[in-house]
Nanobody
Framework: QVQLVESGGGLVQAGGSLRLSCTTS????????MAWFRQAPGKEREFVAA??????????DYADSVKGRFTMSRDTAENTVYLQMNSLKPEDTAVYYC????????????????????WGQGTQVTVSS
């Protein structure tokens, strides 16, 4: 059973930065798509970013609300993916979840939660105004 563990959340002022980490319990060769979702109080969980690798190329995708501010990356040797969050806004406040899929997901499928079999427990990010 693949386990995902997030870290790096916290409290930051608007305009500040945080870096979230998600470490998997297995080698990334068994996971081909990883993503970050977030859920604010009273709202549904929404897609934030994804990284996909086909063995030849790596692709990253972002929600429009975070494009240009957030960057997702991975470190294969550490079995870890990161979400660098800059220029944070109060509306970025949420619990952030890491998700993984054993399949290489096409772009049309990366935003649907049901396509991810593995989930972390979440890490709280709070941005004060």
């Amino acid at each position: 059973q693949v386990q995902l563990v997030e870290s790096g959340g916290g409290l930051v002022q608007a305009g500040g930065s945080l870096r979230l980490s998600c470490t998997t319990s297995e080698r990334t060769l068994s996971i081909y798509t990883m993503a970050w979702f977030r859920q604010a109080p009273g709202k549904e969980r929404e897609f934030v970013a994804a990284i996909r690798w086909s063995g030849v190329r790596t692709y990253t995708d972002y929600a429009d609300s975070v494009k240009g501010r957030f960057t997702m990356s991975r470190d294969t040797a550490e079995n870890t993916v990161y979400l660098q969050m800059n220029s944070l806004k109060p509306e970025d406040t949420a619990v952030y979840y890491c998700a993984g899929s054993g399949a290489y997901l096409p772009a049309i499928m990366i935003q649907q939660r049901l396509n991810y079999a593995y989930w972390g427990q979440g890490t709280q990010v709070t941005v004060s105004s």
